[in-house]
């Protein structure tokens, strides 16, 4: 990388950002899928700030102390505390802690193996998988130390909010529930909304959600998933059944000669806004799943509009999780970041300046069959008031 790197502060110059520092991730055996969200994750400012922050307020742990979250923070820690500007890092430590905790990311090609409709389906496991596992796992690790905290007799109340507000009863009432750093950077809120076409009678049930995963269609954009995943849909007699168990509501009169309406808005939009495109999908008559190479365009400036309850939202694009293959079984990972207005491009160990205008290779082709195997996968978004107050 010694060659790459110094290309890499040769393009940059004297615009090379004071203090950052851009280091390539070792790939051990396949791993590459769990390199490309570490770098988008790593650059997303806000959560690698606060993530810094835990790791310098946590004593140095034991090894009977380590988990997901210490291991992600030392790594982050160990790369924006490089004396090199450039240069290649080995996320072993942390590679071996994932491969610990689930065994899914154990084997060499993460096959995962599972029943559908009585046949055997071989599916691998793939970067959006890993990412909802990280953060699930993290939330998960923080909530367990507040409640350590909050249990302990020495704790000071400014210690026990570090985390946000803790799970528990206060005078017999329900406190609301824990809200970590994890949550206030990337969870959101969703509204199922139905509503009974016979009486009129609209019924709300809000979810979280910490990424969106949107169906595509050829020559689309993310506009127009936005705007799919919020439609309105009709749901008839044979479908009703399905209405009160989505919408956790029954009503009286319901029978099954009725219809109803539901439609998904976003409630609460996150500060990163996560986006899956669903490019794999699972063909009956194949008994497996197919990679879309659908061209979807993602802009780099995204307006949540038709998809909010109340005002839009505007959101920049700072991170792509790019899906390199033919099909779901094989392929490559990598990603392309935006920082201090520059984009890189990473691919492992190596890292090097793309244009801006470079990110339309990555929307898909027109086409069914195209050489063109590299499509946008997973986007990460920053809301433009976030990017001026972090």
């Known amino acids: 990388m010694g060659a790459a790197g110094s290309k890499l ?31 988008a994750l790593y650059f997303c400012v806000p959560f690698r700030e606060q993530l810094l922050q835990y790791y310098t307020s946590t004593k140095s742990p034991s090894d009977a102390d380590e988990n997901l979250l210490t291991c992600l923070a030392d790594l982050f820690s160990q790369i924006c505390s490089q004396k090199k500007k450039t240069g290649v890092i080995a996320p072993k430590r942390f590679v071996q802690r ?12 993460h096959q995962l193996n599972f029943e559908r409709n009585n046949l055997r389906v071989s599916h691998v496991q793939d970067a959006h998988e890993f990412l909802n596992f990280l953060l699930n796992e993290l939330v998960e690790i923080l909530e367990k130390e507040s409640r350590a905290i909050k249990s302990s007799p020495e704790t000071s109340s400014s210690e026990k909010s570090v985390n946000g507000p803790i799970n528990g009863l206060a005078n017999g009432t329900k406190i609301e529930p824990l809200v970590t750093w994890v949550h206030k950077n990337f969870q959101g809120i969703l509204t199922n909304e139905t509503r009974c076409l016979r009486c009129e009678t609209v019924t709300a049930r809000d979810e979280t959600f910490l990424d969106l995963s949107l169906d595509i269609e050829q020559n689309s954009s993310i506009t127009s998933c936005l705007k799919n995943f919020s439609s309105t849909e009709t749901l008839n007699a044979r479908t009703n059944f399905s209405v009160t168990s989505v919408a956790g509501f029954v009503l009286s009169h319901l029978s099954n000669l009725q219809e109803a309406q539901k439609r998904m808005k976003i409630k609460k939009p996150p500060h990163i806004l996560v986006i899956h495109l669903k490019r794999f999908k699972y063909i009956e008559q194949l008994s497996r ?13 995204l307006k949540l509009s038709n998809t ?17 293959g033919s099909g779901p079984n094989h392929g490559h990972y990598v990603s392309l970041v935006k920082s201090h207005n520059h984009w890189l491009f990473f691919d492992d160990e190596n890292v090097e300046m793309v244009d801006e205008s470079a990110m339309q290779t990555f929307f898909g082709s027109s086409q069914e069959y195209t050489s063109n195997t590299d499509h946008g996968y997973i986007l990460f978004y920053e809301s433009v008031s976030t990017i001026g107050t972090s």
């Open 98 to 109: 994932v491969k610990k905790e689930n065994e899914l990311f154990r084997s060499y090609m």
């Open 9 to 39: 502060e040769k393009a940059l110059g004297d615009q090379f950002p004071e203090g950052e520092r851009y280091f390539g991730l070792e790939n051990f055996g396949n791993t590459c899928y769990c390199n490309s969200v570490l770098q």
């Open 308 to 324: 909010m309850e109340d005002a839009d939202s505007e959101y920049t694009l700072f991170a792509v999780v790019v899906h390199v």
């Open 289 to 301: 799943y197919k990679k879309l190479s659908y061209r979807v365009v993602f802009p780099l400036e």
